[in-house]
Each structure stands twice: as structure tokens, then as C-alpha cells.
């Protein structure tokens, strides 16, 4: 049954064409040592936890888990018009992946980081995804990166009405799509867990400004443009320019 209640979901970055969702209390029921941020959005997703997982994910990066506070899965399940259980586990997979910290008898905390984790981070991701970009640019052929274009668009379209969420998964699709060319699973996993952490918002800034996105897409429109051109100087330029711009 939860199954069927779940289709509204927090804070989410779902197309307007997704089906109409089943209403999500106003008011959530259970502690909670935060006030309940606004309405959610519906996302789509074939199970509850999956969706749940999801939509916390979008929660996280549009700012609507607030870095710090501490969130009880009896009140988010409320709002979900889910049980506890579905999203205890959504957030105990976060607790694994370094988004949150489980608080006994509380529920859990949303981490705090600062400037200098998202710096390490965009060094380790630049270690892993500037060489093979590199790489890329003289082996794959014009056809290929033409293919690539309604990804770029994604990013500047989510940029553009300031979408923090679906920003990100069009950002992290457009990089694993480039990364993918390269035959290597492996490092496509890696680097898609080091760019879901980097987006993570910061302690005393959660929210990533709207300028920024903008000019983030644009870096993506323009490296494309440069590797459908093979203009090597320019992508090796553009790429590491792209990096450089998270370290702060």
C-alpha cells in the first residue's frame, strides 16, 4: 500500500508531465527539531524507498535539508504518507554515502561540511576525469559528442529557471555520459560518488547561487562545442578551468 501513497515526494526535481501525486500532509506528525520546510514536489519511481531516496537526494541539494539540523523519520514519513520504515532506510543509505549522521533516539543530522572539503573533492574528481577527458577529446569522433548535445541543453535548461536539483542530475548525467565513452565502469562509478558529494550544500550556504549554475552550463556548452570542433588546445583549457572553478 505504501507503494501507491508515495508518489509525492520532498523536496524533488521531477517534469512537470509526471503524474498527479497523492497529497502530502500539511502538517507531519513525529519530532522533528526543525520546521518543516515548504511543500514537496512528486517524483516517479517504481519503489518507495527508491523514490524516497531520490527525493531526499533532491532535498539535500536544493537546500530544503538543511545542513546541521536533525530530521526524525516518523516526521518525514508523515509528510511522505509513508511509514517510518521506507524512510529510515532511504536515510540510513545517505548516512553510508557521508550525507547524514544517524542521532540515537533523534533521527539525523544533515552534515556539515565547509569550503575546504569541496575543494578536496574537486581536486580528486579533476585526478580522475581531466585525463580521460583529455583522452577522449583525440580518440572519439565529432558524431559522438553531436550525440551528447541534448545533455549539455539539460544543464543550461535546469540552469536557466535556477532548478538546483535537476541541475545536478543533468549535470552528473552529462559528465558520466562523457566519462562513459571511455569503456571504464569502474572509474564511472568513483567518479559519479565524488560528484554526487561535491554538490552536497555548505554549512552557512546551502544554497548554490543561480549566476553559478549558469556559468557552469555554459562551461559545458562550450567544452562540447570544442570537442565537436577537436580543437584540443581549447577543450584541455576549458577542462581544467571547469575543475579549478570548485576549489575554493
Not at 21 to 28: K, L, T
Not at 47 to 75: K, M, W
Not at 117 to 132: S, Y
Not at 198 to 227: G, I, Y
Request: hydrophobic share 45%; glycine share 6%.
Amino acid at each position: 500500500m505504501e507503494q501507491g501513497r508515495a508518489r509525492e515526494a520532498y523536496g524533488t526535481a521531477a517534469p512537470a508531465t509526471a503524474p498527479a501525486a497523492v497529497r502530502v500532509p500539511e502538517q507531519a506528525r513525529g519530532e522533528h527539531t526543525h520546521s518543516e520546510p515548504p511543500a514537496p514536489r512528486p517524483v516517479q519511481r517504481h519503489s518507495v524507498r527508491g523514490q524516497i531516496l531520490e527525493a531526499l537526494r533532491a532535498a539535500l541539494v536544493d537546500g530544503r535539508l538543511v545542513p546541521g539540523q536533525v530530521y526524525s523519520a516518523p516526521a518525514l514519513g508523515a509528510r511522505f504518507g509513508v511509514s517510518a520504515t521506507p524512510v529510515r532506510e532511504a536515510m540510513q543509505q545517505l548516512a553510508v554515502e557521508g550525507a547524514v549522521e544517524v542521532v540515537p533516539n533523534r533521527g539525523f543530522r544533515v552534515s556539515e561540511r565547509g569550503p575546504r572539503e569541496l575543494a578536496e573533492l574537486a581536486e580528486v574528481r579533476a585526478l580522475i576525469e581531466v585525463p580521460v577527458m583529455l583522452r577522449l577529446a583525440r580518440t572519439v569522433p565529432p558524431g559522438t559528442w553531436c550525440s551528447l548535445r541534448p545533455l549539455a541543453d539539460a544543464t543550461v535548461a535546469a540552469a536557466a529557471v535556477g532548478d538546483r536539483a535537476s541541475y545536478a542530475e543533468s549535470d552528473r548525467a552529462f559528465h558520466g555520459a562523457v566519462l562513459a565513452l571511455c569503456g571504464n565502469e569502474q572509474l564511472v562509478t568513483v567518479a559519479d560518488e565524488l560528484h554526487r558529494r561535491s554538490q552536497w550544500p555548505l554549512e552557512n550556504n546551502p544554497a548554490t547561487r543561480r549566476a553559478d549554475l549558469l556559468a557552469d552550463a555554459a562551461e559545458h556548452t562550450a567544452l562540447l562545442d570544442a570537442l565537436i570542433a577537436q580543437d584540443l588546445p581549447v577543450v584541455q583549457s576549458l577542462v581544467r578551468e571547469h575543475f579549478a572553478g570548485a576549489e575554493l
